[in-house]
């Protein structure tokens, strides 16, 4: 079983709709949860950190369930910029700071 | 921009060659980790560097080795490439977890250096 699992898409989704990424992991005493955006051909970009009181930033909401060990994204109003890869990252250790990636999931948005 | 800079930015090398890439972390970052990205795969941690020591690895062999120098720079080393070493390499580089309050310290990543062995 992978550390990080996600559903890599493709996710084409129209201008303005809703659009939901779920992500789960298995290492259960995983520490750190975020979500990062890549670009074709550039790196990656943290997006938004993930807690369990759940975080919002503008049309951007994360969740995390940790008894579930499940992580979710929602973009509200998609915007033709919001596409690009989305990669469900965890923290296995707190204090050594190996990022674990999932596969990413891709998302165009069609005008 | 990020501040994280690598060189160079393609490369083309042939099975069983050697190849060094170079990261300049951002000015105030004193860790750096480096990850191998497969296409259409998320980035897979290598190692990290904190003060010129290696402090963490993930599943890779040993002929994946690095650097890292008093100001910060890194290198990562690979010898005897094999087809399947060929990857975007990304380095990120962050201030050691602590050192700046918060559970955790965000790692910037630098543009890759996209590695192709034939």
């Known amino acids: 079983r992978k550390e990080v699992e996600q559903d890599p898409g493709p996710f084409n989704v129209p201008e303005g709709a809703t659009v939901a990424f779920n992500c789960t992991y298995s290492?259960?005493?995983?520490?750190?949860f975020f979500w990062y955006r890549q670009d074709c051909r550039k790196e990656p970009k943290l997006l938004m950190s993930?807690?369990?009181s759940g975080n919002e930033d503008g049309r951007f909401t994360a969740q995390l369930n940790r008894a579930s060990q499940y992580i979710s994204l929602l973009i509200r109003d998609s915007k033709l910029s919001d596409s690009a890869t989305y990669l469900c990252?965890?923290?296995?250790?707190?204090?050594?700071?190996?990022?674990?990636f999932g596969t990413g999931t891709r998302l165009t948005i069609i005008p | 921009e990020t501040g994280v800079t690598q060189s160079p930015t393609h490369l083309i090398k042939t099975r069983g060659q050697q190849v060094t890439l170079r990261c300049s972390s951002q000015?105030?970052?004193?860790?750096v980790s480096w990850y191998q990205q497969a296409l259409g795969q998320g980035p897979q941690f290598i190692f990290q560097?904190?003060?010129?020591?290696?402090?963490g690895r993930g599943n890779f062999p040993p002929r994946f080795s690095g650097l890292q120098f008093p100001n910060y720079s890194s290198e990562l080393n690979v010898n005897a490439l094999e087809l399947d070493d060929s990857a975007l390499y990304l380095c990120?580089?962050?201030?050691?977890?602590?050192?700046?309050?918060?559970?955790?310290?965000?790692?910037?990543f630098g543009p890759g250096t996209r590695l192709t062995v034939l």
């Open positions: 990120a580089s962050r201030t050691k977890i602590g050192t700046s309050g918060g559970a955790f310290n965000e790692q910037f």
């Open positions: 290492n259960s005493a995983s520490q750190s």
């Open positions: 993930v807690y369990s």
């Open positions: 990252v965890v923290n296995p250790i707190f204090g050594n700071e190996k990022l674990t």
């Open positions: 000015s105030g970052h004193n860790t």
């Open positions: 560097y904190y003060r010129e020591e290696e402090n």
